[in-house]
T-cell receptor, first 114, second 113 residues
């Protein structure tokens, strides 16, 4: 089955700096890669996603890049703000009638210091 | 606003008890999922369902079962609770279309003593 590894497990940055979180996946058939943000005591929520036919996607201060050859994708947050502090999860899935579920990474706790 | 609602926010149960975690979605979504969240391990898939009365094992199904008698409701059952099942349980719903958002419930923090 799919295995998603995520690094780092914790990340501390100063407000205004950039943050990068990296994930690798094992199943070359995976072709959908979302990122979820979970604030303290709240449910995970989708912040951005990318499909395998695209190499990069941006939404304001957030961007995701995908390298299918290396089976690697990353989340980039620029101009970080204290409200970006949360746990971030990457995930992967593939179009497969037997498995319509996301496989998640282990999470990254991002702390933005004011 | 889409909603996935879990019946309890916190539960404390005794070892050996049969435990039911209930999840209801109002989105008319085909897919529903149960994940378990533990520090350093992320979200691990226990079971999922893509239709009424259908269920599929996820990555860690041992010690759990599920029931989906109606489209909007997906129940997770711990047949005989054990202390290693102390965890945060998250239910999610999603459409049948590939590559669409999974909407999570608020989670149930289960403690087995």
């Amino acid at each position: 089955g799919e295995n998603v590894e995520q690094h780092p497990s914790t990340l501390s940055v100063q407000e205004g700096d950039s943050a990068v979180i990296k994930c690798t996946y094992s199943d070359s058939a995976s072709n959908y890669f979302p990122w979820y943000k979970q604030e303290l005591g709240k449910r995970p929520q989708l912040i951005i996603d990318i499909r395998s036919n695209v190499g990069e996607k941006k939404d304001q201060r957030i961007a995701v890049t995908l390298n299918k050859t290396a089976k690697h994708f990353s989340l980039h947050i620029t101009e970080t703000q204290p409200e970006d502090s949360a746990v971030y999860f990457c995930a992967a899935s593939k179009k497969d009638t037997g498995r319509r579920a996301l496989t998640f990474g282990s999470g990254t706790r991002l702390q933005v210091q004011p | 606003d889409v909603k996935v609602t879990q019946s309890s926010r916190y539960l404390v149960k005794r070892t050996g008890e049969k435990v039911f975690l209930e999840c209801v979605q109002d989105m008319d979504h085909e897919n529903m999922f149960w994940y378990r969240q533990d520090p350093g391990l992320g979200l691990r898939l226990i079971y999922f369902s893509y239709d009424v009365k259908m269920k599929e094992k996820g990555d860690i199904p041992e010690g759990y079962s599920v029931s989906r008698e109606k489209k909007e409701r997906f129940s997770l059952i711990l047949e005989s609770a054990s202390t290693n099942q102390t965890s945060m349980y998250l239910c999610a719903g999603g459409t049948g279309s590939f590559g669409t958002e999974a909407f999570f419930g608020q989670g149930t923090r289960l403690t087995v003593v």
